[in-house]
């Protein structure tokens, strides 16, 4: 179905949304901090990208304000999914550009429908 870049510092996150990915037949590959996921993004160009916000070094919302305000990248939509669940944070995340906001623990069902409703709607 889709290329999805996950860009997620905690390696039991990765996994956990790797395989929910993969099983819904999605290829999935990932990139350990934002500065890695910046450059993935920018050579591989995925269909989309599930940011994680906490992260050391740059955070998910300087990556996404990143992607988002660059020519090259600025279509590839952002998915934040982070444990930071204050609507400030959601609206923070959302001025810098991502398309959805989840909170964590992610529902599986919401965020493969937010995925599917981002990719079939080509924004």
Known sequence: ?????IIDDSPTDVRV???LLERAGHQVSAASSAEEGIER???DRPDLVIMDVIMPGMNGFQATRTLTR???TKDV???MITSKSMETDRVWGMRQGARAFITKPVNA????ACINDLLSSGT
């Open 109 to 112: 069902k919401e965020l493969l």
């Open 1 to 5: 179905m889709a290329n999805i870049l």
């Open 77 to 79: 939509p952002v998915v």
């Open 17 to 19: 949304f790797s395989t």
């Open 70 to 72: 660059d020519p090259e």
């Open 41 to 43: 993004v920018r050579a």
